[in-house]
């Protein structure tokens, strides 16, 4: 009489409901939702902020003058132009994971770094220098958030 289907799936239904696993179940679930929400908003201000300066780099003749006082040639503007709407891109699209993904985030990571190195050696005011320290804080929340979505998956 105790052994029955019923007896077993009323002490695990029991279990279930006021054990912690519950807790920590539903702890992992706001975490996560957490982490994405993170993840999503830094990547989408940050492609935002990509392709807006690759627009620039085609259309706008200040950004031109802007190449030629910082000392780069002019086929540099166009390349970069290129590599940041493919590298917003890469970050923008779910289907697309892995490494791929993380040279598009080391490529931000050298062009912001290069960026404000460039900006400070030709003696620009700070303003101009904090644009991509700025970026840079952003490229790495979204890295870092993506790492952590992504390692929850694989568990």
């Known amino acids: 009489?105790?052994?029955?289907?019923?007896?077993?799936?009323?002490i695990v239904n029991h279990y279930l409901k006021y054990s912690k696993c519950t807790d920590i179940c539903s702890h992992k679930t706001n975490n996560m939702k957490k982490i994405t929400i993170a993840y999503w908003v830094s990547t989408g201000m940050i492609s935002l902020m990509m392709l807006m300066s690759s627009?620039?780099?085609?259309?706008?003749?200040e950004v031109k003058e802007g190449f030629t006082h910082l000392g780069y040639p002019d086929y540099f503007r166009v390349e970069l132009g290129f590599a940041k709407f493919l590298g917003?891109?890469?970050?923008?699209l779910p289907m697309i994971n892995g490494r791929i993904k993380e040279w598009?985030?080391?490529?931000f990571f050298v062009t912001f770094?290069?960026?404000f190195v460039a900006h400070t050696i030709s003696g620009d005011p700070a303003s101009?220098?904090?644009g991509p320290v700025i970026a840079l804080v952003l490229l790495l929340i979204s890295y870092f958030m993506y790492q952590k979505?992504?390692?929850?998956?694989?568990?």
């Open 1 to 10: 009489m105790y052994y029955t289907k019923g007896y077993y799936y009323t």
């Open 55 to 61: 627009f620039m780099y085609f259309s706008a003749p």
């Open 88 to 92: 917003a891109a890469v970050l923008l």
């Open 104 to 107: 598009a985030y080391f490529g």
């Open 113 to 115: 770094v290069s960026a």
């Open 128 to 130: 101009k220098a904090a």
């Open 149 to 155: 979505k992504y390692n929850s998956q694989l568990a």
